[in-house]
């Protein structure tokens, strides 16, 4: 009897940390027209590798698709959202006012994709093999 219990509370432990997929909207591209005329190239334009409306699902790995440099940007909060942060507010409460979402960018200063991220209840599946 004892033993259930343990094991039962053991699964429902293993339940709970199940890692979620994070679910990833391109809100808008930008370009800071003054700061492209000082040190952009003629004809710079907002970045082409991602359109506005644009959904990404992130699990284990970045989503496939989706800019090297974005992601860079924007794992550790995919991280942490897909590890249960959706239960308070980033930064204390002083930044985003909705429990489980993120507002992101990318490092391009010139023009900058932003990304909002949400936690979902649906499960991370492993579905490649992990490097050893």
């Excluded at 391109?26 to 700061?35: A, G, I, N, R, S």
């Excluded at 496939?64 to 930064?91: I, N, P, R, T």
């Excluded at 391009?108 to 992990?130: C, H, Q, S, W």
Aim: proline share 4%; with cysteine.
């Amino acid at each position: 009897m004892h033993t259930v219990g343990k094991l039962a509370r053991e699964s429902d432990r293993k339940r709970e940390k199940q890692m979620k997929k994070v679910k990833i909207t391109v809100l808008k591209t930008t370009l800071d027209k003054e700061l492209a005329k000082e040190y952009g190239v003629q004809g710079l334009k907002a970045c082409p590798m991602h359109k506005q409306g644009q959904v990404f699902y992130a699990d284990y790995a970045k989503p496939e698709g989706f800019c090297d440099e974005a992601w860079k940007a924007v794992y550790q909060y995919a991280f942490a959202l897909s590890h249960g942060a959706d239960g308070g507010l980033f930064y204390y409460g002083d930044w985003i006012n909705k429990p489980g979402v993120a507002i992101c960018s990318c490092n391009d200063g010139l023009r900058p994709v932003i990304f909002k991220l949400e936690a979902t209840d649906e499960e991370a599946v492993m579905n490649y093999e992990p490097v050893r």
